[in-house]
């Protein structure tokens, strides 16, 4: 089994944040959504997509529309229609989730070195 992962690192720069996002973190964490995925989309059939709750918050809405704005910010640059499908599942972080993930991106790891 071949693990693939890309990390997405973004800081809130001030000016940006209250400019932009108009200081609301649901506009900052969705616009690193869609930069994340914006040129992924199209690579799979299917994507399944998990992520973190964060809190009691319901983000699936938010989620599914910044997931529709990435493909259509890259269906606009590249002008291709992506046809897959993109499965967002809300995932509550616990203790042996995060052990077994561990886990697993350790022994991926290993096998690459």
């Known amino acids: 089994m071949i693990l693939k992962a890309e990390l997405f690192v973004a800081r809130k720069t001030e000016n940006l944040f209250i400019k932009r996002h108009k200081e609301k973190e649901e506009l900052f964490y969705d616009d690193m959504i869609i930069k994340l995925f914006e040129n992924k989309l199209h690579l799979k059939p299917v994507n399944y997509l998990y992520f973190a709750v964060r809190g009691n918050k319901k983000r699936q809405s938010p989620l599914n529309n910044a997931i529709i704005t990435a493909r259509n910010i890259f269906e606009k640059k590249y002008n291709k229609k992506i046809d897959s499908e993109c499965m967002v599942i809300p995932q509550t972080p616990t203790e042996n989730h995060v052990y ?11 096998e690459l070195l």
């Open 100 to 110: 077994k993930l561990l886990i697993i991106l350790i022994g991926q790891f290993t």
